[in-house]
Nanobody
Framework: QVQLQESGPGLVKPSQTLSLTCTVS??????????WSWIRQPPGKGLEWMGA???????YYSPSLKSHTSISRDTSKNQFSLQLSSVTPEDTAVYYC???????????WGQGTQVTVSS
């Protein structure tokens, strides 16, 4: 049973870069054909898919966030990471990492981590 766990600072100042890491256990992030995503949910709003990194290292981004989003991975640690630059208070959300097989439904999720953007 794969498990995902988000980690990172809970508070980020405006204009800074938000950095989160998802640590995966019980399965390798290089296993074909899994896609590892970052998803967020602002307060009172729905889920927003931000982007993903594939088993082969390919990356995919939401067009609305692509300009200031970067997803990378460390296969030696079985982790993948999110960097969101130039954050504003509108980036305040619960951030989740999740796994999908062949771009189908997200079958495994982390518990989520609250990130607040505030000075």
């Amino acid at each position: 049973q794969v498990q995902l766990q988000e980690s990172g600072p809970g508070l980020v100042k405006p204009s800074q870069t938000l950095s989160l890491t998802c640590t995966v256990s019980g399965g390798s992030i290089t296993t074909s054909y899994y896609y590892w995503s970052w998803i967020r949910q602002p307060p009172g709003k729905g889920l927003e898919w931000m982007g993903a990194i594939a088993y082969d290292g390919s990356t995919y981004y939401s067009p609305s966030l692509k300009s200031h989003t970067s997803i990378s991975r460390d296969t030696s640690k079985n982790q993948f990471s999110l960097q969101l630059s130039s954050v504003t208070p509108e980036d305040t959300a619960v951030y989740y990492c999740a796994r999908a097989y062949q771009w189908r439904a997200f079958g495994s999720w982390g518990q989520g981590t609250q990130v607040t953007v505030s000075s």
